[in-house]
């Protein structure tokens, strides 16, 4: 048996980092049948099926799972569901119907949608579904049915007590530095760290736990983004990439110029910084919406930049841009303190003094301004740097 | 007090010292003697004897004690308006110890204030006025509110003129034993924009490479300060030579700590004097309006200057 489904909460006192979560479960329960189905959503590992299983338990429920796998058509759908959503159990007052992730439902799918959708309105059980993304135009008439509860990516620091007490359990002997390095690396994914667990003894180092498949998935989709031909299948790319869009537009900023040259770069620039409009729009008046622009803009948008189709490998890389301003702020640091220490001595602005900084350091050469100015080794190393 | 620093070592002592400002100085001068003021607010543009004359007031009024009477705020640098109160509170609390009946405080840059802020400030104004005076100094008067402006003494500073800078040139050249030449002054002048400090700093950069202050010593000095570069950046896109261009613009804007809305206006002037078509000329910058806009709106500082660069690019091509 893997640690991961060794450990799958049983109850809802097992499930870490999901408080609000589960109030809004045990709500929906309460008021049952007012609203017929609820959508848990969530990125992946963040405990929404467990959260189904747990209140399954809780209420000493049977659980009939279905599937995207299951889910292919109307038929099925109606077979499983239908029929058990109408009779009672026979050993158990009370099911649970779980429908795992509906977002695998594929546009061939839609039938199965559409009678899922029928479903919530007959049922007599509680019916939960789980979902990553549910804000594609196809799932509409499901999110008008159904209680929505977002799952938070769980923090770090719970997956990091979570870890240490399998480890215990299971007497691994593994560093706690090393078990924190797994809980960041999983990006909030309780079940990824679980996994990475298992798959390390006590000599693996922290660099060999990468940040999951993260990377190999998005270089393969900004390779379907800049060699393929746009499609409707373009429009759905970033769903399978477990990054924001914030973070993959700092991708694609990074790796266009190393596909588009000329016009195309100049296209697909055009479609990145509308993208980028929209982020702010988004930011700043908290109108969501404006996702399916950005989204759109950064798929389709982007692979419609090029003439033809592109083969041949590109090494794409990470994004360096952030990490950079990063660095050089790090160096900055000491470009203020010393502007801090000029600005008292000479009746001006910390601001000021650093807008005129190229000149103002060609002054401090002199040894006794530095003495005067009281600079520590530090600035007097960042001033002979440069 | 010994100080190398020269905007400071040559910072004038009294009223006579100062250049410039004739006629403020003469209005001052006769308030400073009534060893009453009200509240002052100075307006004008930097190095132009601000903060100079705010010193030269309280040590007319104070003497020796001006340092315990005297508070001086930075509204750019102190972070919010409730600190700037509580350290105008704490320094308050303290009656003066002087002829004089009150203290007094400079608040510097003070346009950086929300009207929010200055809202607030204008009511600890009045909280104070019993002890207090303030000195108000910004750049634009006009993002001063009314209220404010409206109780204290305005006094409009103006730009240096040549003669002016080259008055200080002179004095700090003698007593600094530097060997200088009339067209060294006119390039000075030039550079410092009417700017007293931007003026002595670019002095003291200069001869601290040599005491014999030649126009190449001084441009070199000055092309070393400028945000310089963006023809560079330019150059490349025009080029088809994006990575290059973004590079390097990435590099100015994080080593010299511009910011894009800057980067924007000197695209913007370096247009003209591209080698391109008009009416591309015409397109980009249209183009460059479009994206100080978006910067404006509060987008991505550097992706929409790469979007901008793009548009150099094909414009390079002879297209757009």
Redesign the interface.
Known sequence: MTLTEKYRPKRFSDIKGQNSAIERVLFFIKNFPKKKALILLGHAGTGKSSLAYALANETNSEIIELNASDLRNKEQVARIIGQASKQQSLFRKNKVLLVDEVDGISRDDSGGLQELTKLIQKTNFPIIITANDIWHKKFSGLRRKAELVQLEKIDYKIIFEILKEIAEKESLEIKEDLLKSIAIKSGGDVRAAINDLQGIDSETSHDEIHERDKEENIFNTLKQVFQQLPTKETLFLYDKVSLSLDEI?LWL?ENL?LEY???E??K???A??KA??F??RIH?QQHWRFLIYQNFLLSYGMATAKRQVKIGFTKYKRPS?IL??WH?NQK?KY?KSIAKK??K????????T???????R??M??E??RE?LKLDEKEIEFLNQH | MNTEIWTERYRPKTFDELVGQEEIVKRIKNLTNSLNIPHLLFTGPAGTGKSSLALIIVKELFGDKWRENYLELNASDERGIDVIRQKVKDFARTRSLSQVSFKVIFLDEADALTREAQQALRRTMENFTNTCRFILSCNYSSKIIDPIQSRCAVFRFRLLEKKDIEKIIKRIAESENLEIQEESIDILYEASEGDCRRVINLLQATSSISPRITTELINTVVSQAKPSDIKIVLEYALSGDFQNAREKLLDIMLKESISGQDVIKAIQKEIWNLNIEPELKVKLTEKTGEIEFRLVEGSDEFIQLEALLASFVIAGHGKM
């Open positions: 537009l900023e110029p040259k000329g016009e770069l100049y697909a620039f055009q990145l910084s980028d409009v982020r702010g700043r841009r950079k301003i050089l900055q470009k000029y600005a001595a000479t009746h001006t602005s910390i601001k000021r650093i807008k005129e900084f190229p000149i103002i060609e002054i050469k002199n006794k301004i005067e």
